[in-house]
């Protein structure tokens, strides 16, 4: 599993927080998943939304990518 967000998130604070935000939604989700290797790319508006609205986009990125079980 890899996490990555580029400078175009914001300074590090942001960038810390996108990270934090997408590894809770992984371990949080983690039984879902079928078995493979991920990688979580961040983009500015994660930073904008608030915990259950990002938590729903990414199960349905998960869900568009066939990525779940």
């Known amino acids: 599993m890899g996490f ?3 400078k ?3 300074n590090a604070v942001h ?4 990270k934090r935000l997408l590894r809770a939604h ?3 989700n983690i039984g879902l998943l079928s078995k493979g ?3 979580l790319v ?3 508006a994660l930073i ?7 938590s729903k986009t990414y199960l349905y990125a998960l869900k568009k990518c066939s990525a779940l079980t």
């Open 4 to 6: 990555v967000a580029s």
């Open 8 to 10: 175009k998130i914001g």
């Open 15 to 18: 960038r810390n927080r996108a």
């Open 26 to 28: 992984f371990i949080e």
């Open 37 to 39: 290797s991920y990688v």
């Open 42 to 44: 961040a983009k500015p």
């Open 48 to 54: 904008e939304e608030n915990y259950p609205k990002t």
